[in-house]
């Protein structure tokens, strides 16, 4: 039997930002690698008074995980006890992150699903099925 993964679960971007705008205890971690937050984009948190806070969950440029994870998102502002909002690329990292902080005691913790870029579209492309950028939802870039 293969045993699910625990974490409080995935939420669309569009919900999530919802939450995170509702629940002043709410965060959002972007796990995605620095070349994605510079050149790809960031979600944009201002108008609801927060700033996405930006620890990679495996290191730039040779995808390794990132040992110190835990202590830089504890460095970051992360609480035990108030929920987490991770996002990656396409929601796969940030699951990974989520399973991981709910096993260390913090969250509840979830996983934007879709991430920022969203799905691959028929011609295999991201960034037009799903997604927080799909969404309308606030963002920038450099």
């Given at each position: 039997m293969i045993k699910e993964p625990s974490f409080a679960g995935n939420v669309m971007p569009a919900?999530?930002?919802?939450?995170?705008a509702s629940d002043q205890?709410?965060?959002?971690?972007d796990v995605r690698t620095e070349p994605e937050w510079r050149f790809v984009g960031l979600p944009d948190l201002t108008a609801i008074g927060k700033q996405v806070k930006l620890v990679q969950w495996q290191i730039y440029p040779d995808g390794q995980l990132n040992t110190t994870f835990v202590?830089?998102?504890?460095?970051?502002?992360?609480?035990?006890?108030?929920?987490v909002y991770f996002l990656c690329r396409s929601g796969v990292r940030s699951m990974h992150a989520a399973v991981a902080m709910t096993a260390r005691g913090y969250g509840p913790c979830f996983n934007v699903a879709q991430g920022f870029?969203?799905?691959k579209d028929t011609d295999m492309h991201r960034?037009?099925?799903g997604g927080w950028k799909v969404a309308g939802l606030p963002w920038s870039q450099e």
């Open positions: 919900d999530a930002f919802d939450a995170l205890d709410a965060m959002l971690v202590q830089e998102c504890q460095a970051a502002g992360v609480e035990k006890g108030k929920p870029e969203g799905d960034g037009r099925v």
